[in-house]
């Protein structure tokens, strides 16, 4: 064992009140979580917006369920969201982003060298089911099929197997739980933009409880900007989310004026509007030299990534929704 491994034999596993953690008021409802944070947990992000979607996380947290399946467009905030539940209740998360040549190993543990003997060390999913927390598997899509299904068992609650440990057989912690995000449904990947994702097994995704997460309200949005870019006016602020939102809309075939099947292949992400603002605040000085500081960050945070004909589209939303009227 290593000294973090140790660490987290000492974790303690109390009742918190759900509401008293999550809105700051109790509610007289019990949910377990941990004592103190431990090396794993993740830091409290004071500026994050709790989504809609966190509700559902809360309830399913609360006790061991099925594992969940949380999808969505990229930069919505999943594994974000999941990590800052996490905080909350001082889980531990183990994680790991999944790609096309991950093995079992990589997520159960393997032998290594250590001073010229041999040790065994825990992947991510072995500490989590040893010592209770979230194993949070990023990308879950990119995943080998094969290697996905591989993982059924636990899925269905079965104790780990380590044979290369001697055999250790690890039944799963009251604490533990099993989360998964990413971009596709597990069954496709409509856009085609997603590239490298793997339709699934059918029985391995029969096994999740399947969370959607979208795109935070337009009002979330600017309670976000407003955190994050508190030096741009607040009606600059409100003007990019909805810029964002008619971009998303392009996105996927309903902007204004689109043909039938006519779409922009780039979408407006919450990470993006982030940078977008960010990057805003930044080229403030720009304007002293004619430049328009908002329009200038929106080519570095997005416009540069698309092609020529919607880069220009893009210009075109932007000089329409950004330039005061004469
Ligand atoms: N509600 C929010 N409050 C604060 N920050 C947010 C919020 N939603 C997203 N973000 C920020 O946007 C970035 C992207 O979020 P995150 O990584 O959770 O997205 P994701 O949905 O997991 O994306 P991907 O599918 O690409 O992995 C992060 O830096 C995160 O802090
Ligand atoms: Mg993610």
Known sequence: MTDSDSDLGRLQVIDLDAGEVFSGQASGRLIKGFAAPCIHTPAIDPDYLFHDAMRELVVWIMTPSDPLYVFGPTGAGKSSLIRQVAAKLNYPVFDITGHGRLEFNDLAGHLTVENGSMRFQYGPLALAMKFGGLFLLNELDLLDPATAAGLNGVL?????????????VIPPHPMFRFVATANTNGASDESGLYQGTLRQNLAFMDRFWLCEVGYPEPDA??????????????????????????????FIGEGDNQQPGETIEVTFSTRTLIRWASLTQRFQPLARQGVQPVIHALDRALGFRACRSTRALLHELGQRMFTPPA
């Open 156 to 168: 269905d609650g079965a104790p780990l197997c380590l044979p290369e440990n001697g055999g250790e």
């Open 221 to 250: 949005e600017a309670k976000l900007l407003e955190r994050l870019a508190p030096s741009l006016p607040e009606s600059l602020r409100q003007t990019m989310v909805e810029y964002a939102n008619q971009v998303r809309r392009l």
